[in-house]
């Protein structure tokens, strides 16, 4: 079979993909296309439909600030919330995040809490993502909170962790705030950002829809190989596309799989890469029940990690007088650790024991998967990514996106991957 050319050929139809192709357009590419394995575009910012209700492919909500990026999303009329969270533990509701929430508590428990944070350890004594929390929280802190929920999240212990990813995703510890959150519910939000924004309609898709739009999407295209010295890609089903420029935003173990020139020292760094899997469990009541936005589960034996509330972020996703929760329980790896039928008791579970819903309120309880959550940063991992991203680059691959740099990306920063990957042919 013949193979077709195009100039730009972009591996994935997600916010990165897209961003690259926007990108590609803007410096003058005529030909550009973007490969999608799925029936529809998104990627992680997809969403589906069951009986009226939206969910989206887990939690989205915008905070993006850069100019590139908002110069798409508020193309999209939308919705702004404070960017407030709750926390559940055996029964009891704590705001986020937890250390500077501790009101709730019995008294010994917080006297307890806080002579431990006291004598944390006064120095950093170590690499590990554990170590870090025993010295910014003390051992009773770290061990009731942030270690035992990395195990749910991460599905990884603490230990094993790297500190590089943290950034300002987690609140360092300062006393006058704990001592101030033990005495009085009415602490200030301490979040990394203030205001969460949302689509009115259609979802957070609706804030990429104009790039699916603009773009030229060829749909269920699953690549198979990549010869990156004859520049061509050979696909699923059957079709064969040489290409000038190639960008993929494919995740880096599989796409290392698909090419027969890769060095026998990057494969094997390349096999090293572990990431998330990602069970989803969507669920549709038959009141509005729900007025978190979104929150954390501590209860070790409540499977989900957080759950959100498509209908709290956007009325449009529920029917009127409906609402509805999404929950996310990860699994290390694309082996799921739990049957269906599990994750939908334990999830009747915590809606009861979380005092949400009964039985009698649930209209459906909806399980799907998703194959990559989020990237898991083992010691050494980014030596390791580092050195395939190298070789994609000798071989003209463009890798960006959350998987494709093998990074902790939010959509914002997916976008402006995507978008930065062509920079050197401005």
Known sequence: ????????AILG????GLGAAHRARQIGFQDVVLFEARASAGGLLDNFTIDGFRFDRAVHLSFASEPEVRQIFDLTPYLTHPADANCHEDGRWLKHPVQNNLYP???EEKVALIKSFLARPARLDGDNYEQWLRHQYGDGIADRYPIRYTRKYWATSARELSTTWIGNRMRRAELDEILYGAFTSETPNHYYTKEMRYPKRGGFKAFIQPLIDASDIRFDHRVERIDTVRRLLTFANGRRVSYD???STLPLPLLTTMCADVPEAVRECSGTLR???LDLISVGFNKPLVKDLWFYIYDEDLLASRAYSPSVKSPDNAPTGCSSLQFEVYSRGTDPRHASEDLVVNTR??????????????LFIDHRRLPYGNVIFDRGMEARRDEVLAWCETVGIRSCGRF??????WSNQSFLSGYR???DLT
């Open 1 to 8: 079979m013949s193979a077709d050319s195009v100039q730009v």
């Open 13 to 16: 139809a997600g916010i990165a």
């Open 105 to 107: 508590l019995p008294a």
């Open 404 to 409: 494709g740099r093998w990074d902790y990306l």
């Open 275 to 277: 990431a998330t899997s």
């Open 349 to 362: 579970l915590a809606l009861r024991r979380m005092g949400i819903a009964s039985d009698d309120d649930i």
């Open 245 to 247: 420029v190639l960008v």
């Open 421 to 423: 990957a062509l920079d």
